[in-house]
């Protein structure tokens, strides 16, 4: 595992947004990743696309996929005891083996096993924010959860809420699902591992944040089978793309905190007034520099 010194030395200068001319086939591009088949195991390719509000957005962030790689890398070594995750043990031999030596490459990429992806993606929510505190004005109810009357913004939910969503293909809003409805998707007990799970590692990524002087908010995950069914972590894990993290010492309930993740890029968009449809508009030089910088200070809190 590289240092934070180290990542921040080897980021680009230009925002990488595809991966061409690779000799293996792509299969999949997601909002972000680039996927190719190596036959026996996936290649996970990290671009600095960034997304809001589900559309791709027209500017990268420079080096942002090699920030949200190895900060995954971080978290999947430190998560590995509380659940199984997609990764091949030694990342460094599996580049070699296959001949993928571009540094850059390597450092915003995984080699992962083969697995089946569900069908519904894990968030969850440990404090009232968001689209969580939208809907708790209106109703009272963050997805299909009563909370008690009174919470303000930002404030602290009582025990955190796992509340689970479709998986919307690019371009369309994941829609937020219940228990019922989740478990008729996946299957009543894989997805009462799904939930356990999810609960595990928010309470672990909640405790190691708070060490490193920053608040986990709110986190998404995903999870894939094997051929024997057990249940995998998969994607990204803990990054500031999947989760919300706030600097603890600016923290104060009322309102939305100031956040380490693409929340600034989020306000931005919104002051502009775009109708989040495709296109997006071009992002300011200032609102790219310092999303990157939000990034970047979020990983060297947590390495140190």
Known sequence: ????????????????????????????????????????????????????????????????????????????????????????????????????????????????????????ECVVRGYLVGSGWSAYQKTGVVCGHRLPAGLRQADRLPEPLFTPTTKAPKGEHDAPIDDAQGAAIVGAALYEKVKAASLALYAFGHDTAARAGMILADTKFEFGTDAAGNLVLIDEVLTPDSSRYWPADAYRPDCSPPSYDKQFVRDHLLAVNWNQQPPAPVLPAEVITRTRDKYLQALRNLLG
């Open 1 to 120: 595992m590289l240092t934070s010194a180290q990542i921040a030395a080897a980021l680009p200068e230009y925002a990488r947004v595809s991966i061409d001319g690779r000799p293996f086939p792509k299969i999949a591009s997601g909002k972000v990743r680039e996927i190719f088949d190596l036959g026996d195991a996936l290649l996970l390719v990290a671009t600095d696309r960034l997304s809001a509000f589900d559309v791709i957005l027209p500017d990268g962030i420079p080096g942002k996929g090699i920030l949200l790689t190895q900060m995954s890398h971080w978290w999947f070594a430190r998560t590995a005891n509380l659940i199984e995750n997609h990764l091949l043990p030694d990342q460094e031999d599996e580049f070699a083996r296959r001949g993928i030596t571009d540094r850059d490459l390597q450092l915003r990429s995984m080699i992962v096993r083969k697995l089946k992806p569900l069908a519904i």
